[in-house]
């Protein structure tokens, strides 16, 4: 009998392989291969005349992590930008509106004669890499083209090299994360969506796998116990000081307006960051805490000199090895009717 591990490699395997971009169920499987807010996949997808509309699945929202909602629809602006990707690469020219008549949603009309852009090359390959990194720097024309790469409009990329500016910005992440941490309703939020095992994370297809952030593997009984056990502001902070301190840098996703449109676009923005980032082969993974909790966020408004723009994702980006992949549920259950 094949080991957890090994059904868990096999199923990553298979899922982050090519699929046919020109049907329908191959766009939406390259959708969902996008970044989204703890692997919660709140979306749905559905054909329509003119090409597919992207749906929020509220069942699937964050209540206290992201009570407002600009992590999902950021999701859903991850998913989109995959999707327009795949949509190139099948020869097809998208064209995006967040649409607000009725239910909100992303409409994606296909026209003739798309082209392919390489950074649908990178989407089978880009991963959030949550492991130390080795403190190299960045080479210049590197920076330059993750900015490049990640413009949409409405948002921008704000990087962030100097050490002592990464070192004030790590001071409010490590603010923020002990006021999260601190949170009973957010601990038990992470936890519902913490997946200690593979068999657990194969039957599920969502959620943070352990093994993803390079945690053992427990059995679910013995992993809660645990997670409520270490779940502390002081080990945690330790972790994210020292991930920050290996990392070359800092990135500020931010966008020009504060409302769910801009926070499709900043989605839109960071995905094409990531994917840019691993074409050059840099890692990157998320410290979003001084965005989520609101007091902090108008604190590195301020630090960054944002004026009124809204700061959306926090990122960081070096050098690493890769990290075991992480998994999505079937195409069958993201289709609306
Ligand atoms: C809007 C958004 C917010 C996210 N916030 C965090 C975060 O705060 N911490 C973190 O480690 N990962 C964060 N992630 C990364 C997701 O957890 C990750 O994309 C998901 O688990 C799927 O894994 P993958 O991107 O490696 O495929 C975020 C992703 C998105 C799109």
Not at 45 to 56: D, H, K, M, Y
Not at 145 to 156: F, I, K, P
Not at 201 to 209: F, M, P, R, S, V
Not at 290 to 316: A, H, I, T, W, Y
Request: hydrophobic share 40%; proline share 5%; net charge neutral.
């Amino acid at each position: 009998m094949m080991s957890r591990r090994a059904d868990y490699a096999a199923a990553t395997a298979a899922l982050w392989s090519h699929r046919d971009p020109a049907e329908f169920t191959g766009l939406v499987r390259y959708a969902t291969l996008a970044a989204n807010s703890h692997n919660a996949q709140a979306w749905r997808f559905r054909q329509t005349s003119e090409g597919v509309a992207i749906l929020p699945d509220m069942a699937r929202a964050l209540p206290v992590a992201d009570s407002d909602h600009h992590h999902l629809y950021a999701s859903l602006g991850c998913a989109a930008e995959n999707l327009m990707l795949a949509a190139g690469a099948a020869g097809r020219a998208p064209a995006m509106e967040f649409a607000t008549d009725g239910d909100e949603r992303i409409e994606i009309a296909f026209g003739q004669s798309g082209s392919r852009d390489s950074l649908f090359n990178a989407i089978l390959e880009r991963q959030c890499t949550r492991s130390d990194y080795n403190g190299h720097p960045v080479p210049r024309a590197d920076l330059s083209a993750l900015e490049v790469g990640a413009r949409v409009s409405g948002c921008q990329v704000v990087p962030i090299e100097d050490r002592a500016k990464i070192e004030q910005v790590l001071e409010l992440i490590l603010a923020a994360n002990t006021a999260q941490v601190s949170d009973p309703a957010f601990a038990a939020e992470l936890r519902s969506w913490l997946r200690f095992n593979a068999r657990a994370a194969i039957e599920t297809g969502d959620g943070l796998y352990s093994g993803c952030s390079g945690n053992p593997s427990l059995p679910t009984f013995l992993g809660r116990i645990m997670f409520d056990a270490l779940f502390k502001p002081d080990a945690e902070n330790d972790r994210y000081a020292r991930q920050v301190r290996s990392s070359s840098g800092l990135a500020v996703i931010v966008s020009e307006r504060d409302d769910p449109a801009h926070w499709v676009q900043a989605g839109r923005s960071y995905q094409r960051f990531a994917l840019q980032a691993t074409a050059l082969g840099i890692r990157h993974a998320h410290l979003n805490q001084p965005v989520e909790v609101p007091s902090f966020r108008r604190e590195l408004q301020s630090l960054l000199g944002l004026g009124s723009r809204r700061p959306d994702l926090v990122l960081r980006f070096g050098y690493a090895q890769p990290m075991p992949r992480s998994l999505r549920r079937p195409v069958r259950s993201v289709i609306a009717t």
